[in-house]
């Protein structure tokens, strides 16, 4: 099958047994519910995408397990130029959706981790988990399945290692080991577009030291697995969606972010890839890291592309002309492709792995994210700046009083300004979705915190190096070293 439409996709969805629940009520079925339904909508355009010519060589690879074109989110990243286009790819998706598409996103960066990974253990000590890998993704790309990740742990005390916790559960881990599979008990907690996923793939959260093994595992299991219950969070725009109207702009995707909670599940071998060493489970999670910071630039500039759009469409839409905001929009579209670039440089800068896998340069990956965790907010303020406060939270009456027999002509009526009453009111709430709505996702700690990645940038900048620099060119002799805190 290689390429599912979006039909076939939701079909996929709906043969899942319910196990994602909402306010208390199980959700029966996703691709219909006003929780989840814009989130499946968003995916969907994915699978539009790759049978799209116009978008086929970003959305889509020749893979050499299947030699059939699959979609990158499934595929292994080889090269430079791979990475790239997969960074482009996460930047047509923001376009096209104008939201996140968490749920091939994190997946696909989860592969290429486990990918790398795998190949080492195998060298290193033996073990079978590059071959169970490589045959699941065969089947994966031969189904063409959407596929979530989940790193994030409850985490419990931030205090304690995962094995000084007082409840065990507080990290996802290894309860029972058997020849023909695992038993898991905990949770990952905020993990996007689960919802709009056929499989999950686990990853370790944080770094393990000795002690903690039972803690380093990874495995990928099916969506509705027995023994995993899902809860989506809350987010703003859960009563608008629920509405029939503008309140939630046409076109746009839906985010979901849930909590997974894992009650004994038993994981067939076939499926698990880590399994106690716990040195590789850190080498996963950097792998990981390096993947998704670097192709997260696309996802931030796609996303202020869109804001610096519905922030021009909003300024003609009030009667004014986009010429009196040059100088705002230059400092959003300089923010977009300054991050844009710093994604691609450190793909550029980045080496080929042992196991064919592409990995981008750890301290440009990192600045990446850096400016990741700042940007969207960045360029909010300026599209909020342009829009006027008919586009902040709470200015602008619902579809429904808009279009209400009583005084929906009122509300019409003092919209009118440079265009249509609903082309305005439409535009305002694209801005509003954008900025302060749900359209912007975690790009403060998706992907790790931005205090973490400065701490990264930090770790991989050699000073002494520097300093080197220039005590040659003053012609200093002299040894000056740092004077260490006593």
């Given amino acids: 099958m290689a390429l599912r439409t979006p039909k076939e996709y939701k079909k996929s969805l709906r043969k899942l047994k319910p196990n994602i629940y909402k306010f208390g009520e199980l959700i029966k079925d996703v691709t219909t519910h006003p929780a989840t339904r814009r989130s499946i909508e968003g995916h969907a355009q994915i699978f539009a995408a790759a049978l799209d010519p116009q978008y086929e060589d970003l959305s889509t690879t020749m893979s050499p397990l299947t030699g059939e074109r699959v979609s990158r ?12 286009k997969v960074t482009k790819m996460k930047r047509l998706m923001f376009h096209l959706t104008g939201t996140c598409t968490g749920g091939r996103c994190v997946g696909g960066n989860a592969i290429n981790s486990m990918w790398a990974t795998t190949y080492e253990m195998d060298e290193k000590r033996g073990t079978d988990y590059h071959q169970r890998l490589t045959n699941w993704l065969k089947n994966a790309q031969t189904n063409d399945i959407t596929l979530a990740g989940a790193l994030n742990d409850a985490k419990g005390d931030r205090s304690k290692p995962a094995s000084g916790q007082e409840d065990p559960d507080m990290y996802l881990h290894l309860v029972e080991k058997g020849d023909d599979g695992i038993v898991v008990r905990g949770a990952k907690a905020i993990i996007c577009g ?24 990874g495995f990928v299991v099916p969506r509705d697995i027995e023994g995993l ?18 309140d939630s702009p046409v076109m746009i995707g839906g985010i ?26 850190n080498m996963a999670l950097n792998n990981f890291l390096l993947s998704y910071r670097a192709t ?11 804001m610096a759009g519905a922030a021009a469409l909003l300024a003609r839409a009030n009667g004014l002309s986009t010429r009196i905001f040059n100088e705002k929009l230059t400092n959003l579209y300089i923010n977009n492709e300054t991050v844009f670039s710093t994604g691609v440089a450190a793909i550029t800068l980045g080496k080929k792995h042992s196991s064919g ?44 009083d808009f279009y209400d027999p009583k005084h929906g002509y009122l509300v019409q009526k003092y919209l009118k300004a440079g265009s249509s009453a609903e082309a305005r009111a439409r535009a305002a709430r694209m801005v509003e979705w954008l900025t302060i709505g749900v359209g912007v996702p975690g790009f403060i700690h998706g992907g790790g915190s931005p205090d973490t990645a400065r701490l990264m940038v930090r770790a991989y900048t050699d000073l ?13 002799d002299e040894d000056i070293p740092d004077p260490r805190n006593k």
């Fill in 194 to 217: 689960v919802a709009a996923a056929n499989e999950i793939i686990v990853l370790p959260g944080t770094m393990f030291h000795e002690g903690n093994n039972d803690y380093a595992i």
């Fill in 256 to 281: 979901s972010q849930a909590w997974l909670f894992f009650q004994d599940v038993f994981v067939p071998s076939e499926r698990v890839f880590l399994c106690g060493e716990v040195e590789f489970a």
């Fill in 73 to 84: 989110y499934l595929a292994v990243t080889e090269s430079a130029e791979d990475a790239i």
């Fill in 229 to 246: 219950s899902i809860v989506e969070a809350r987010h703003p725009s859960d009563t608008r969606e629920a509405e029939d109207g503008f």
């Fill in 357 to 400: 896998v592409w990995i981008s340069d750890p301290l440009l990956a990192n600045l990446t994210k850096a400016y990741v965790s700042k940007i969207p907010n960045a360029n909010a303020y300026i599209a909020q700046d342009i829009s006027g406060g008919i586009a902040e939270l709470g200015c602008l009456p619902s579809s429904r």
């Fill in 296 to 306: 997260q630039a696309g996802c931030v500039a796609g996303e202020g592309d869109v």
């Fill in 464 to 476: 002494e190096k520097y300093v080197a620099y220039a005590r040659r060119l003053a012609g200093i």
